[in-house]
């Protein structure tokens, strides 16, 4: 599903495709994982900060670039937005000493993995495939979900 945006409003279209296609029809167990591909600025947390709202997740969602790994709290639902950024990572087992493996285990959690590319080998077969990609127009962006 290929979906144009050149706003929030468009953004959050994408961002409910996303989750329907991801959690809404979650099978089996494990997280349900969205990897999130696509040049500097392209909308990657933008994504995650409406996904995280419409989960109504608590608290602010900003960048894990400098810490890896950010969690958010589902109130009442036992569920765990969590929020990775693997620009940083020179190797994939980085992440596996920091629980990586253990996140995607968890049906609870419900993950947005930043730069999936960098810990390919890593990444469920089973996650959402998300690319960003900049429009010809001013503001534009092509996302395109897998």
Do not use: C
């Amino acid at each position: 599903m290929k979906i144009k945006s050149a706003s929030l409003i468009e953004t959050r279209r994408a961002v409910r495709a996303a989750l329907q296609r991801g959690v809404g029809n979650k099978k089996g167990n494990g997280a349900v994982v969205f990897a999130l591909s696509g040049p500097l600025g392209a909308g990657k947390t933008t994504f995650v900060k409406i996904a995280a709202r419409e989960l109504k997740a608590r608290g602010k969602v900003k960048s894990p670039t400098f810490v890896l790994i950010r969690k958010h709290i589902i109130p009442r639902s036992g569920r765990v937005v969590i929020h990775i950024d693997a620009y940083r990572i020179e190797k994939e087992s980085e992440f596996v000493k920091i629980g990586f493996r253990d996140i995607v285990k968890d049906d609870r959690n419900i993950v947005f993995v930043e730069w999936p590319e960098k810990i390919k080998k890593l990444i469920p077969k089973n996650a959402v495939k998300i690319t960003f990609a900049y429009g010809p127009a001013k503001n534009e962006r092509i996302i395109n979900i897998k």
